[in-house]
């Protein structure tokens, strides 16, 4: 086998024609490369060098060898540098997991501001219900996830982010819509359609029924918020979202709301990563990020004018 050390000493010696200055380059003394070249040579049974006064010359086995010998080298200086970049994150991955809802109404701002900071690193988004993106966080396919809390796992790490509120949606021509207030018990008839199972918000509408001992008349489920909302507004039945996710539904009066007569519903939503895994540079970057905002109260400032701050101060640290 091939000693690396050797291989080094024979580059060096073949870089600069001298065992004293590959000797000075190695911080070793010039015996030991004369050591080192003579027992390269016995092992491979190949005469390298050849010396004319002061300095030495690669025989032709020599050169042939080099040349294979230097692209090594040359590779060594590319992964130093593929570890620097890295390190200073130049370079690299960072794999998040988020509900659908979030992803399209919620994650392309935090994207944005962290790609803005960060524009080198590649993001992957995986979307699913928060129970499989915590899932997915045990199963190692991603390393953080933005998530409304629906269960606790020994493993994952849950830090509190921001609360989202939950509002009841109706169709404009709702017999409820003009009401100031309206209990759980009025909506048991209503045909609702829920958000799929192990979503955050599904498990929050179920708690809302069943502490009142009642069952949600479910006339469908599913994962798609826009179809939600498309069939609301088409008077098919009722439905709880995020608010965030129909603001504009309500503001342009495609859509009514109503307050839950004493319940103010909210998600917890978190900050997910295992307890016991290293985080990758990126990922530890973005869950700093996300720390840093949750600081600042983004639930009360709302997640632009947080974006925007946070890419203002990591560009003023720059300079």
């Known amino acids: ?17 001298s065992f004293t200055s590959a000797a000075k380059k190695l911080f070793i003394t010039q015996p030991a490369v004369t050591a080192q070249m003579k027992a390269f040579e016995d092992q491979c049974s190949l005469k390298l060098f050849k010396k004319k006064g002061r300095r030495l010359y690669l025989t032709d086995e020599g050169t042939t060898l080099y040349e294979y010998v230097r692209r090594i080298f040359e590779y060594e200086r590319e992964v130093e540098d593929v570890i620097e970049e890295m390190r200073a994150l130049k370079r690299g991955i960072l794999r998040l997991g988020t509900s659908k809802a979030y992803a399209r109404y919620f994650m392309p701002f935090l994207i944005s501001g962290f790609r803005e900071a960060y524009p080198h690193i590649k993001v992957y988004l995986d979307e699913g219900s928060s129970f499989d993106i915590i899932r997915s966080l045990v199963n190692l396919k991603n390393e953080v996830a933005v998530i409304a809390r629906v269960e606790d796992d020994p493993n994952v790490t849950f ?5 989202d509120r939950l509002v009841l949606i109706l169709a404009q021509g709702h017999s409820l819509a003009k009401k100031k207030s309206v209990s759980v018990e009025d909506l048991v008839k209503d045909p609702i359609i829920m958000k799929e199972a192990g979503s955050g918000t599904r498990k929050r509408v179920n708690e809302l029924f069943s502490k009142k001992g009642l069952t949600p008349n479910v006339l469908m ?10 069939l609301v507004q088409r008077g098919e ?4 979202l995020v608010e965030e996710a129909v603001a504009a539904e309500i503001r342009d009066k495609r859509l009514a709301t109503v307050p839950l007569a004493g319940e103010n519903p909210f998600l917890d939503v978190s900050i ?14 973005f869950v700093d990020m996300l720390k840093k905002m949750a600081n600042k109260g983004p639930e009360e400032r709302g997640i632009r004018k947080i974006m925007a701050d946070y890419v203002a101060d990591w560009q003023a640290a720059k300079l």
């Open 272 to 285: 997910a990563y295992l307890k016991d895994q290293h985080l990758s540079h990126p990922a530890r970057a």
């Open 159 to 163: 830090l509190p982010f921001k609360q």
């Open 237 to 240: 039945g009722i439905s709880f």
């Open 221 to 230: 489920e599913t994962s798609n918020t826009e179809f939600i909302k498309q």
């Open 1 to 17: 086998m091939i000693n690396l050390n050797q291989v080094r000493v024979f580059y060096e010696a073949a870089r600069s024609g």
